[in-house]
Nanobody, 129 residues
Framework: QVQLVESGGGLVQTGGSLRLSCAAS????????MGWFRQPPGKEREFVAA????????AYADSVKGRFTISRDKSKNTLYLQMNYLKPEDTAVYYC??????????????????????WGQGTQVTVSA
């Protein structure tokens, strides 16, 4: 059974940092793409960042470029999202997701939620003004 379990969310002040983790288990993720998405209150789920598991090739939403960094540790089967210079508009439930669909390095295809088969339960990030 595939499981993605997020952790690391919490309450932080504007300008602060958090590091989210996503522990993956239940299958090999070699060849997969993994992503972070978020869902702000009252809004739809949106793309944050994605990484090709084997090559570490990455892509980011414009709203987080230069502030967030996605990475993975193959030995631990864990995905990370380092979030710096947080803003109130970053407040959301953050989800990690995995897909075996392969679009190479045409990263914009990985922005869509509907290509991801596996999802975590989410972790709340709240940034106070």
């Amino acid at each position: 059974q595939v499981q993605l379990v997020e952790s690391g969310g919490g309450l932080v002040q504007t300008g602060g940092s958090l590091r989210l983790s996503c522990a993956a288990s239940g299958r090999s993720f070699s060849g997969d793409t993994m992503g972070w998405f978020r869902q702000p209150p009252g809004k739809e789920r949106e793309f944050v960042a994605a990484i090709l598991w084997n090559t570490s090739y990455t892509a980011y939403a414009d709203s987080v470029k230069g502030r967030f960094t996605i990475s993975r540790d193959k030995s631990k089967n864990t995905l990370y999202l380092q979030m710096n210079y947080l803003k109130p508009e970053d407040t959301a439930v953050y989800y990690c997701a995995a897909t075996a669909k392969n679009f190479g390095t045409t990263m914009q295809y990985y922005y869509a939620t509907n290509i991801y088969r596996y999802w975590g339960q989410g972790t709340q990030v709240t940034v106070s003004a």
